[in-house]
């Protein structure tokens, strides 16, 4: 007789279906816990993370995205030079990504129980990315690509941080993540075009 596989699931010999792992979850248990805290929307008794500090990260997270959607608006608007029509689309295309991000963030914290917070007093100190300074379209193009380094750096340790523990967040977050990688890539690329035109 050969030895039982233990990451096959356990069979009811009577009725011959798969049942649960046993010991994985009371539901009964579950059951009341939903019941009694309903008024704390997502977040369960067992959310496994700081709830505070995770809405606090998001809040960081948000900001800087608030503070993207705002800085490539201004550089839409103001980009002069070689090919501007098409960095300025680039650029109007980079901030509507920017500003779903934004939306994501903002809903998740909600979800959370948390305050997404879009007061413009504190966006600028909760920010990790400078606004920026720049009306020359080669800076404003390496100002951008700096911000994106940064917040892709910044985006890895937050995955990390949420890991297992809130799995829908670090979807979020890696999804996010990718479009700041695609952006990188689309403004080294510009910055490359624009310093052969130098």
Not at 39 to 61: F, H, M, R, S
Not at 110 to 126: E, H, I, M, T
Not at 177 to 191: F, Q, R, S, T, Y
């Amino acid at each position: 007789m050969g030895q039982m596989n233990p990451h096959r699931p356990t069979q009811n010999l009577t009725t011959n279906t798969p049942q649960a792992v046993p010991g994985l979850y009371d539901v009964d248990e579950i059951k009341q816990q939903a019941a009694s805290s309903i008024i704390e929307g997502a977040v369960t008794k067992n959310y496994p993370l700081d709830v505070n500090q995770a809405c606090a990260l998001l809040n960081e997270a948000l900001a800087t995205e608030i503070n993207c959607v705002l800085r490539y608006r201004h550089h839409q608007i103001i980009a002069k030079g070689i090919n501007f029509l098409d960095i300025s689309k680039e650029f109007e295309e980079h901030a509507e990504n920017e500003q779903r991000h934004m939306m994501m963030l903002a809903e998740r914290i909600n979800q959370l129980g948390g305050n997404p917070d879009f007061n413009p007093l504190s966006v600028a100190g909760k920010a990790v990315t400078d606004y920026g300074q720049s009306h020359d379209l080669r800076a404003m193009i390496r100002e951008d690509l700096v911000a994106e380094r940064i917040v892709i750096d910044v985006y890895r340790k937050m995955i990390s941080w949420f890991g297992l523990g809130d799995p829908t967040t670090r979807v979020m977050l890696e999804k996010i993540m990718a479009d700041e990688e695609e952006h990188a890539n689309d403004l080294a690329d510009l910055l490359a075009v624009s310093e052969k035109h130098n």
